[in-house]
């Protein structure tokens, strides 16, 4: 939508602020800011200053019978709280009583609210009681104004809506929108994600866009009229016009933009309320500041040497013992890298490993690629500025912490970023940095791995072929367990990220977009720099519309969680809500918990190739309980599954089925669909294909017991291994189902220990199996749905995705 903002006029209204010593605009300062971007029907209104004689121009002007006052304070953020919202008649001595009252009693009732809780006082009036707060808070009212009344059509729960514009720390610009009113919070709290309000970043978004996902809130519904006794009270081209112009201001005061003047902080309207089809706002607020100067950027083209280096140096190896040195020395080797191109750094050791040894930095004579300094946390600031000055390395990968985990470390880790900073204005643009409290990085492509975990407690699969998953981690010790956890995931490369002291997560994943071979991206944040989960979710959207899959964790939900990440990697976990909608819009499938991660890796791992083309699954079970469990799962707060509705001949196959297995009298057929345990192997099997070939069918669940009497789970004692190798044992017959049909397969065994073998058999075969029916629908639900948001990105961007 064209949208035309005055943001020359609406910059002078932030510049006469500033004059003033303000970074905030009063009420109704808003109403003219709102007015210039293009908004339909701000109230009409007049400022009355404390002091000033009343006089009936003042608000004859002002339309209808009665008048709105407010009190205008920099420090009163929540008016209604206090008194300072009054609707009266229209009669200058009525309106002056109530003036007098309002400038009497409302600085009484803020300090007794400041008394009762002390934690809301503003900055302005902490450390202060008593008259001398009231006198205080007296003294800043600057007056009232009187604002034009226009009655909203209804009064009921859910007629009214916030919108607002706001910066984050990691996300730049956030657009928010929802249900509004002084309940909002509550709303928030109590509904479903993305009930009562949705987010977005204003930068990967626009009016449509915003104004779609709107629509699934209740808000929406309540707005739009489709709720039981509920009109309709504005229209869909006002909330869109309302939304494009509100993103238009976002991204033009925004910190990205090197044009912009000023920076909108915050920028709500709480509520807009309706009358008549006209959206009138009730009450405004809007806080700026500065731009600042944004650092250069990362030159994240030299990630190439990190991965694929021709030269490795190590520091921090013990010559006499296993150390954490000594453990990435020997892993770099035993991942294939030729010792003859790695440099080992000791003071006193002539070799270590056969490897010949430098004293110090000082004695590299040719740049290296890469360098490994695995040393105390002091040492760091001095070995830094010595790689920097002298030029000695492209990539440094910091192992140890203390690089501002801590109020304590915090100056270092300041020193340390302003070095590499100053490093970026030569021409060289100066060395990259991951880490400080980095675990390692693996690249097999790169024949080298730094990651110190012994391979006796961390097998990582060495040797040459086709990897195809990225894992990266801003935790070192979850990296390490999900590769124990997930040896499937057998990632090409493995980044422990650490504190992001100088390059970050979003600059790692725009480097693996260069990388067509890699389709599986998975991803554990704690806490993105500033600015950085825009960058992040930017490098999403573009894995996206490759065709990757992004699988991404959110650590710090809570206030405990915060506070534990925030201790463990010196990065500010920031709003849940804000980081989970930006990245989920960004086209990323968004994991809740760990259990949902591996979960999403899994499936991940064995359908990235087969196509995803609409949410119809086929269910087939040889237990009753599981074709219950898969019916009852196909609904999730994050997901929509629907039961296919079979062909006419597919009906008639699994008859056909039925009755040459003898069970027909035993079940009907429909999904999903129970084909009890009396069914053989060879009517599973004919069973299944029926589901594939059926083309109402999009993905087939399929759960086989593996205690039901008739099928061969158990080695045998003539031939142990022939019920996983044979060409008739279950795992044989579910590859070649696979090989000959394309959609996706979800396998189900719900048995304990003794079927270990027979799983790891029919995951070895290229097949998911979990076991439990209701979780391997929940992942399947969730996949899909991350698939099918996926195409409709890129059906926006004119691409085609699988």
């Known amino acids: 939508m064209d949208v035309r903002i005055d943001f020359q006029a609406i910059t002078q209204i932030f510049e006469q602020a500033k004059r003033e010593n303000r970074q905030f605009l009063y009420e109704y300062e808003v109403y003219d800011l709102l007015n210039l971007a293009g908004a339909e029907t701000p109230p009409q209104y007049y400022f009355f200053p404390k002091g000033k004689r009343l006089d009936d121009f003042m608000f004859a002007s002002i339309p209808g019978e009665e008048i709105v006052i407010k009190v205008v304070s920099p420090y009163i953020m929540h008016k209604s709280d206090v008194g300072g919202v009054e609707i009266v008649p229209k009669s200058a001595k009525k309106i002056l009583s109530k003036v007098r009252r309002m400038m009497t009693e409302i600085p009484e009732k803020y300090s007794e609210i400041i008394h009762r809780n002390p934690g809301f006082a503003p900055e302005a009036y902490k450390g202060i009681s008593g ?7 007296a003294r800043d009212i600057r007056g009232v104004v009187f604002c034009q ?19 984050t720390r990691e996300f730049g610009m956030i657009m928010t929108a929802g249900l509004g009113g002084t309940d909002t919070e509550l709303y928030a709290q109590r509904l479903k994600k993305r009930q009562a309000v949705v987010a977005a970043a204003t930068a990967m978004t626009d009016g449509e866009t915003f104004f779609r996902l709107f629509q699934g809130t209740i808000s929406y519904k309540k707005l739009a009229g489709l709720t039981r006794g509920q009109k309709r009270v504005v229209t869909d081209e006002q909330l869109l016009e309302c939304f494009s112009y509100f993103i238009s201001l976002a991204n033009y005061f925004s910190p990205v933009n090197s044009k912009a003047s000023f920076i909108i902080d915050e920028l709500e309207i709480n509520p807009f309320a309706f009358t008549d089809f006209l959206m009138v706002p009730l009450d405004g607020l809007c806080r700026f500041s500065l731009p600042q100067t944004l650092p250069a950027p990362r030159p994240i083209e030299k990630i190439d040497r990190l991965l694929h ?7 921090g190896v013990s010559a006499t013992k296993m150390n954490v040195g000594r453990i990435i020395l020997d892993n770099v080797l035993g991942n294939g890298f030729y010792p003859s191109r790695i440099k080992v750094i000791h003071p006193e050791a002539d070799r270590i490993a056969g490897i010949p040894t430098l004293p110090n930095l000082k004695a590299i004579r040719e740049k290296l690629d890469f360098l490994v300094l695995s040393v105390a946390a002091h040492q760091l600031p001095d070995l830094i500025d010595q790689v920097i000055d002298h030029n000695l390395a492209e990539t440094v990968l910091l192992i140890p912490g203390g690089i501002g985990e801590t109020k304590a470390t915090e100056q ?18 100066g060395p990259v940095f991951l880490g400080g409290n980095s675990m390692g990085v693996l690249s097999h492509p790169g024949h080298y791995d730094t990651v110190f975990a012994s391979d006796d407690k961390l097998p990582k699969q060495r040797g040459d072929y086709p990897r195809k998953t990225v894992l990266i981690s801003q935790s070192g010790a979850f990296m390490i367990t999900r590769m124990s956890r997930l040896a499937f995931l057998d990632p090409a490369y493995a980044f422990s990220i650490g504190n992001q002291t100088d390059l970050t997560a979003g600059d790692i994943l725009r480097f693996v977009n260069n990388n067509q ?13 500033p600015l950085d989960g825009l960058a992040f979710a930017k490098a999403v959207r573009e894995a996206v519309l490759q065709g990757k899959d992004v699988i991404f964790y959110k ?5 405990e969680g915060k506070t534990a990440t925030s201790g463990h990697t010196a990065s500010i976990a920031g709003d849940y809500m804000v980081c989970e909608s930006c990245i989920l819009e960004a086209g990323a499938m968004v ?25 119809r699954i086929a269910v087939m079970s040889n237990a009753g309980f599981e074709s219950v469990g898969f019916a009852d799962n196909i609904l999730g707060e994050d997901y929509e599954l629907r039961m296919a509705a079979f062909a006419e001949e597919t009906g008639v196959k699994l008859a056909r089925i039925m009755k040459k297995t003898g069970i027909e009298s035993l079940v009907d057929v429909k999904n999903p669909m129970d084909v009890t345990p009396m069914t053989t192997e060879d009517g599973y099997e004919a069973c299944l294909r029926a589901l594939f070939e059926d083309p109402n069918v999009d993905a087939v669940v399929a759960g086989l017991v593996p205690l039901a009497p008739l099928m061969q789970t158990l080695p045998d004692s003539k031939d142990p291994k022939a019920y996983l190798t044979a060409d008739t044992s279950i795992p044989k017959r579910l590859s070649r189902v696979i090989a000959d049909y394309d959609k996706p397969l979800i396998m189900v065994h719900d048995g304990g220990s003794l079927f270990d073998p027979l799983v790891a058999a029919v995951n070895q075969e290229g097949i998911t199996v979990f076991r439990s029916s209701d979780r391997a629908v929940q992942m399947l639900g969730r ?11 890129a059906a926006k961007k004119g691409l085609t995705l699988g």
């Open 131 to 137: 008259d001398v707060l009231t006198a205080t808070i």
């Open 517 to 529: 071979d890699i389709t599986v991206v998975a991803c554990y944040m704690e806490g993105f720099n």
């Open 149 to 167: 009344y226009m009655p909203p059509d209804s009064k009921e729960f859910g007629n009214e809506l916030l919108v607002s514009i706001r910066r």
């Open 591 to 615: 994991a809740d918990t760990f259990d949902t991660f591996e979960g999403l890796c899994r499936v991940a791992k064995t359908l990235k190739t087969r196509p995803i083309t609409g949410n």
């Open 309 to 315: 280096p021709a030269s490795i140096g190590i520091m």
């Open 783 to 793: 996949y899909i749905q991350g698939r099918l948001r996926a195409k409709k990105i």
């Open 412 to 429: 270092r880790a300041r020193d340390i970023r302003h070095k590499i900073q100053q490093a970026r204005l030569r021409p060289d643009r």
């Open 555 to 559: 650590a710090g939900r809570t206030p």
